[in-house]
């Protein structure tokens, strides 16, 4: 029944407008709409609006639009709201239509998805909760004899509906090539489609695919795709995480820790793999798990894993390994606990300043105590070495003269060598004793004593006596009897001079 209402409404409606189409409309009865229709033309008066009066004629000016044209753009959900206002509305009748349907005439709504808000002059087409739909031209018709009209062009923004591929996680191996996929399921006018990472958000690729041709780990991360047509204020958002899976790499934090008795040691191991690694411990080649002993503790937190012993014994010194193992590989780390104190330093100089002396100086640094000093010395060339020990502490317990010890546990030590050769070359290298053994000699340091001093002058000359005497040559005695004959001549001359 309500729809045979509403067609007939709609009927009449249309009746109502066929009948007063080109003509303006009035309450005055004196109208004679007949006479009108039948004695009034264009061709007779000129005019495109003309009505009789019993014998007179009235014509009645077109009104004028003050509206303008409009086009519109509004979400989906919101109110559009289009205006129709002339100079002047008078008798005329307004009506509405979207494309070519009539949705009202005059006050009467035939599409009940719109509604009027009238005005003296006009009126304002309200369109509320808006869909897609909606959109389309509406216009606004002015029933003078020849129609004028303008129109409104409405868009329907629809919010962007995107999907992505893979949905939410895509995961390959190092090296491998890769890509996300973004498309547009929905979304009026088409939005721009953008990839961002999370983390790095001015680092963007416009259009719909993120393509890598080999992806390192650093790429790993959570990405985003945008949309974006202007219908809120951020653009529509879906992540996706790229996994890259790799072998595990290991980094030690401290690979050789000098500790001494009762201290507490860690040894920690970051662990990078993707997927986690399994780790597992070893010492000295045997294997350690959380029940290896009351002193060890083993831990992580996230990719730091570590091994705690809660007080070092002669037992924890060693070598410590952490494996870590995942489906792609595997890979392993090492790391020593010693007591051993430091190697140790020569300080002196490479040139002696005696001929049969040396005094050799040095130093070490240690966790634990050092008993003595081992001190080993050979001429250069030789195998053999000449041992010497240098106590820290005498049988009194008091600190020996040559040896002093600072605030940070580095002793210094100094030993004359005596019985050496002049110029002669000598290696020497310098061990450690503490509570945790003998440690390794030091580096070879090679010295050089001072060159015997030549020989005094007197014992060169005696030298030079006990040398056998050389004859003079013949020609050496010749020329030394000429030289007396010649001054023997002059001299006889001279005195022949003074007796005459």
């Not at 086009?71 to 002047?88: A, K």
């Not at 790429?219 to 047509?229: E, K």
Request: glycine share 6%; charged share 25%; proline share 4%.
């Amino acid at each position: 029944m309500k729809a045979l209402h509403l067609k007939s409404t709609t009927v009449i409606l249309l009746a109502t407008l066929l009948l007063t189409s080109g003509l303006p409309f009035t309450d005055d009865k004196d109208y004679d709409y007949d006479a009108t229709n039948s004695d009034i033309s264009k061709e007779d008066t000129g005019e495109e609006n003309a009505i009789l009066k019993g014998s007179e004629k009235e014509v009645m000016e077109t009104p004028k639009f003050i509206s303008s044209p409009l086009s519109v753009l509004v979400n989906e959900g919101d109110t559009v709201r289009l205006p129709c206002m002339v100079d002047r509305l008078e008798g005329f009748v307004m009506l509405w239509k979207k494309n070519s349907d009539i949705i009202t005439v005059a006050s009467q709504i035939i599409d009940k998805r719109v509604r009027l808000e009238e005005e003296k002059n006009g009126n304002h087409l309200i369109i509320g909760q808006a869909t897609p739909e909606d959109s389309g031209a509406y216009t606004c018709q002015i029933s003078a004899y020849k129609p004028t009209e303008i129109t409104h062009n409405v868009i329907i923004r629809v919010e962007p509906v995107i999907r992505t591929s893979p949905e939410e996680v895509l995961i390959v191996d190092e090296g491998s090539p890769a890509s996300l996929e973004c498309s547009i399921v929905s979304g009026t006018p088409t939005p721009e489609v953008k990839w961002i990472r999370k983390d790095m958000e001015e680092e963007e690729i416009v259009g719909s695919t993120l393509a890598f041709s080999t992806v390192t780990r650093q790429q790993a991360g959570y990405y985003a795709c945008l949309a974006d047509n202007g219908f809120g204020p951020s653009p529509v958002m879906k992540e996706v995480r790229l996994v890259v899976q790799y072998a595990p790499e290991i980094e030690v934090e401290e690979a050789y820790i000098v500790t001494d008795m009762g201290e507490e040691q860690e040894i920690a191991c970051i662990v990078s793999s993707s997927p986690v690694a399994e780790v597992t411990w070893m010492k000295d080649g045997a294997s350690l798990d959380a029940g290896a002993g009351p002193d060890t503790v083993l831990s992580h937190t996230a990719n730091r894993h570590s091994l705690l012993i809660m007080a070092v014994s002669q037992q924890s010194v060693g070598q410590y390994s952490c494996t870590a193992n995942n489906s792609l590989g595997e890979a392993t780390a090492t790391a020593d606990i010693s007591g051993d104190a430091h190697p140790a330093i020569v300080l002196s100089n490479h040139l002696s300043d005696h001929q049969h002396t040396h005094t050799l100086e040095w130093s070490a640094q240690s966790e634990s105590e050092i008993e003595l000093f081992e001190v080993a010395m050979r001429k250069e060339g030789e195998e053999n070495w000449k041992i010497h020990e240098v106590t820290v502490k005498d049988e009194s317990n008091e600190t020996n003269t040559n040896i002093t010890i600072d605030s940070v546990n580095e002793y210094h030590g100094e030993l004359l060598l005596t019985d050496l050769e002049p110029g002669t070359s000598y290696e020497v290298t310098v061990a450690s004793k503490n509570e945790f053994g003998l440690n390794t000699h030091g580096d070879l340091f090679t010295f050089r004593t001072k060159a015997a001093d030549p020989k005094p002058v007197h014992e060169q000359a005696i030298e030079g006596e006990r040398a056998p005497k050389q004859q003079p040559s013949v020609s050496t005695s010749s020329s030394t009897v000429l030289n007396l004959f010649t001054s023997l001549s002059l001299v006889l001359c001279f005195l022949l001079r003074l007796l005459q």
